[in-house]
C-alpha cells in the first residue's frame, strides 16, 4: 500500500465529503497492479490504461466499439434470442434472476456484441465479449450470435474480427453451453472456405471453452498486454502436473515468447494495427 492510497486519497475524500456529502465513490480509481489512486475521467481518457503502470482495465463492450471504429460509428446488429433457461437452474439464485440482473447492469442482451463498420476505412465484422455480463461466460445466446456475426461476414464478404473476454462455458446452461464450442468452431471452417481473413484480440481475461474452441482459431492472434490466457487455472495445472509454473505463465508476453500470440498490442495502437492488418489481408 502507498502512502497516496493510505492517507491522501481518503483525506481529499474526506475533505470533499465535508463539502458535499453527495459526493460519488467513482470519480477516482484505484490501479490493481500499481496501486495508483487515478482520476476516473484521466483513466477514461487514456482508454482505460494506467498512466503509470500500463495496467490495461477491462473494457466495457460498447466502448470498446467507439475506440476502433472510425469517427466512433458502427452499424449494430441484434444478437440471437433463445430461451433464457430451458434446464430451469437454480443454485443460490434462480439463473432467470441472474440474467435480469446482469440485463440491468449492464444494458446488454447477453454478454457480447455484434457490430459492422469501417476501421481504417477496412470494412469489417465485429464481435466483441463484454466480461461485465455473468463474466463474459458462452452460453447458447453467445455461441449463436458468434456464429451469426461470421455469417454477416460471409455475406458481406469481409474479414471477421473478434475480441475475447470469458471465464469459460456458461455452468447455468450445462451441456447445452459446452456444445457451443463445436458450432462456433464449425462456423469458423466456412469463413475459412470463404476466404476471409479471422483476427482475435485477447483482452483480460480469455479462459476455459473460449479458448478452446473459437478465440484460438484466428489467422492472426493479438493480445493486449498483460491479458491472462488459459483454459484452467494455474494453481489447477501446478496441482496436476506438481510442478511449479514460471513467472508470467498464461500472461500475454509469455505466452507470445512461446507461439501461442502473433502479437501483444497497447489499447492505443490497436486501432490502427487492426487497419494495417485489414488492408493487407482483404486486399
Known amino acids: ?35 495508483k489512486v487515478i482520476y476516473s475521467a484521466d483513466l477514461n481518457e487514456n482508454l482505460l490504461v494506467c498512466q503509470e503502470c500500463d495496467y490495461h482495465f477491462k473494457m466495457p463492450a460498447k466502448t470498446r466499439l467507439k475506440t476502433i471504429f472510425d469517427d466512433g460509428k458502427y452499424q449494430e446488429v441484434p444478437l440471437v434470442k433463445v430461451p433464457d433457461d430451458p434446464l430451469k437452474f437454480k443454485d443460490i439464485k434462480k439463473y432467470t434472476d441472474r440474467l435480469k440482473d446482469a440485463r440491468e447492469k449492464t444494458g446488454l442482451y447477453d454478454a457480447a456484441i455484434i457490430a459492422y463498420g469501417d476501421i481504417e476505412n477496412n470494412p469489417a465484422v465485429v464481435f466483441v465479449m463484454d466480461f461485465s455480463f455473468m463474466g463474459g461466460s458462452m452460453g447458447r445466446c453467445i455461441g ?9 461476414a460471409i455475406e458481406r464478404k469481409v474479414p471477421f474480427i473478434s475480441f475475447t473476454a470469458s471465464g469459460g462455458a456458461r455452468m447455468q446452461e450445462g451441456m447445452l453451453s ?46 493486449e498486454p498483460g491479458a491472462l490466457i488459459g483454459f484452467a487455472g494455474a494453481r489447477v495445472i501446478e496441482k496436476t502436473i506438481k510442478r511449479t509454473l514460471p513467472e508470467g505463465f498464461q500472461r500475454a508476453n509469455f505466452l507470445l515468447e512461446h507461439g501461442l500470440l502473433d502479437m501483444v498490442v497497447s489499447r492505443k495502437d490497436l486501432k490502427y494495427r487492426l487497419g494495417l492488418l485489414l488492408g493487407y489481408l482483404h486486399r
Open 144 to 152: 449463436q450470435s458468434f456464429a451469426k456475426a461470421v455469417n454477416i
Open 178 to 223: 459446452l456444445s457451443q464450442m463445436a458450432g462456433t468452431t464449425a462456423t469458423i471452417c466456412n469463413l475459412k472456405d470463404a476466404g476471409l481473413a479471422y483476427i482475435n484480440v485477447f483482452t483480460n481475461p480469455t479462459t476455459g471453452g473460449v479458448l478452446a474452441s473459437f478465440a484460438t482459431l484466428g489467422d492472426i492472434h493479438i493480445a
Open 1 to 35: 500500500m502507498s502512502w497516496i492510497t493510505d492517507v491522501v486519497g481518503p483525506k481529499i475524500k474526506a475533505f470533499i465529503g465535508g463539502r458535499n456529502s453527495s459526493i460519488r465513490e467513482d470519480l477516482w480509481t484505484k490501479c490493481p497492479e500499481c496501486e
